[in-house]
Every structure is written in C-alpha cells, then in structure tokens.
C-alpha cells in the first residue's frame, strides 16, 4: 500500500445510490415544533432535517406507536 495517493488525475462521478438513501417530502409542521427542533439542533451542531430524520428513525427502532383520541361532536 502506498503511504500517498495522487487523485488529481482522478474523473469523479456520482454516487448512485445518493437517491435511494433519502426522500425528499413536504410536511406542514407547527412554528413551535419547528423551532424546538432548531433550537436543538443548534446546540447539537446539526441541521434541524437530520434532528427530525434521527428522532422518527428511533420512535421506528422502538416501534412506538401513537394513540390519537379525536373528540366527538356532541
């Protein structure tokens, strides 16, 4: 193995598998559940996306589940 590498001659290409490793979605979130998340990402030294991304990839690893009760009209 050599102890230096010349990549300067190097073509780059692109990785193909980039786009399978995320999608692009548009969520409606509250202002407040925004900026809590910005906050933290802020003092994580990490942009907010990736927050949100790493705290719905645990609830999915702990296979959380939520319980939504909808009032009833009366």
Known sequence: MKTEYDFSR???RRNPYASKLKKSVTMRLSEDVVEYFK???SEAGVPYQSLINL???D???QNRRIQ???SSPV
């Open 68 to 70: 939504v009760k909808w």
């Open 39 to 41: 906050a933290m990402a």
């Open 59 to 61: 609830c999915l690893a």
């Open 55 to 57: 705290y719905l990839r």
């Open 10 to 12: 190097m073509k780059s």
